[in-house]
């Protein structure tokens, strides 16, 4: 059997989804169309708290949580390459984002965001 998560999900128009859309594009990648997976994960506790959330990372999550998991060396220099450029496409200056319906930051200078 296994265990069940509750399922999350965001809409594909949050600023965060664009984001990591435009992040992915600049570090070389094609598909960058949003997709569900079935596994749990934090991000569906951050979604119910009005927090919009992606999970993204280096591999596969068919290849996670196995005896002798492993993940190619090249995928995890890739996400890492990519996370900053996300944060840098939330938090450009100028660029209101929406964190949740309550809170709004407004970047005007990279010295304040």
């Known amino acids: 059997m296994g265990i069940q998560f509750e399922s ?11 984001a990591l859309q435009t992040a992915m ?3 070389g990648r ?14 569906r ?3 119910r708290a009005g927090i919009p959330t992606v999970v993204f990372g280096p591999g596969r999550i068919e290849q996670a949580h196995f005896p002798e998991e ?7 220099l890739e996400a890492g390459a990519t996370v900053p450029r ?9 660029r209101a984002i929406v964190i949740s319906k309550i809170y709004t930051f407004d ?7």
């Open 8 to 18: 999350a999900e965001i809409d594909a128009e949050e600023p965060i989804v664009w």
């Open 25 to 27: 594009t600049e570090h």
């Open 30 to 43: 094609g598909d960058t169309a949003p997709t569900g997976e079935t596994n749990g994960s934090d991000a």
């Open 45 to 47: 506790h951050y979604i």
């Open 70 to 76: 492993s993940i190619e060396w090249p995928s995890v």
């Open 86 to 94: 996300c944060r840098d496409r939330v938090f450009e200056p100028g």
């Open 107 to 113: 970047c005007v200078s990279s010295d304040n965001c």
